[in-house]
């Protein structure tokens, strides 16, 4: 198989695992209560752990450190993004305050980078 080959055949397993893992933790969110708390367990989790597992199959444990770095380094962006996005808006309004917001997730996550060891 050629590069073309193989980078189908990844995009393909990941969207096909991801699809098992959205719809695995669709199925265990329909037991929580409250109901809102579903949405958490059905995309980002799902579609990043479907994602792990075939990078892992394809191209091994370094791609997988990798990868799993990028996702903490993100989620934390993300999680400060969402504490301060809501004071800004508020404050600042609709675009200044996202603009604000998204700058606070890329300082984080190019600490992130900056600070946490590559594998």
Request: proline share 5%; hydrophobic share 65%.
């Amino acid at each position: 198989m050629g590069d073309g080959s193989d980078v189908i055949l990844k995009v393909v397993l990941k969207a096909l695992a991801g699809g098992v893992f959205v719809l695995a933790f669709a199925a265990l969110a329909e037991t929580l209560t409250p109901k809102r708390l579903a949405g958490v367990f059905s995309a980002a989790p799902s579609v990043a752990l479907a994602s792990l597992i075939v990078t892992a199959g394809i191209a091994g444990v370094p791609d997988v450190l990798a990868s799993a770095r990028g996702m903490w380094i993100g989620a934390a962006g993300f999680v400060l993004y969402c504490l301060v996005a809501a004071p800004l808006l508020g404050r600042w309004g609709a675009w200044w305050g996202a603009l604000a917001a998204l700058a606070v997730w890329g300082a984080t996550v190019a600490a992130g980078y900056a600070l946490a060891p590559e594998p």
